[in-house]
């Protein structure tokens, strides 16, 4: 499964991105799906993940209240109220088929077995 994510961009403190993942000629039905980031000189990140259903969500910390993943096709992550500390390159990732889900144990990257290329996120103050 190749993963590609779109939507990064420059945008300032307090405005909203909205970044997709989709599968190139797969769908992503039925794969708990994760949004990491890492931004420069950090390590990577866990930020949201929802199930292969839809009905499970969990969030980081410091994104939750402000950010919300949803699917259907693709995975989506939209991110309001940004903040310079939001700044990183935002990277999606698969699970393996109909695995089950649990959040705490979907926040860490070996849960995971494909992953995409990011797309950049910078907030400026």
């Known amino acids: 499964v190749q993963l590609q994510a779109s939507g990064g961009g420059l945008v300032q403190a307090g405005g909203s991105l909205r970044l997709s993942c989709a599968a190139s000629?797969?769908?992503?039905?039925?794969?708990?799906m994760g949004w990491f980031r890492q931004a420069p000189g950090k390590e990577r990140e866990f930020v949201a993940s929802?199930?292969?259903?839809?009905g499970g969500t969990h969030y980081a910390d410091s994104v939750r209240g402000r950010f919300t993943i949803s699917r259907d096709n693709a995975v989506y992550l939209q991110m309001n109220d940004l903040k310079p500390e939001d700044t990183a390159v935002y990277s999606c990732?698969?699970?393996?088929?109909?695995?089950?889900?649990?959040?705490?144990?979907?926040?860490?990257?070996?849960?995971?077995?494909?992953w995409g290329q990011g797309t950049e996120v910078t907030v400026s103050s």
């Open positions: 990732a698969a699970a393996p088929f109909r695995s089950g889900y649990k959040g705490y144990e979907s926040s860490t990257p070996n849960y995971y077995i494909y």
């Open positions: 000629g797969r769908t992503l039905s039925s794969r708990n």
């Open positions: 929802i199930s292969w259903s839809g």
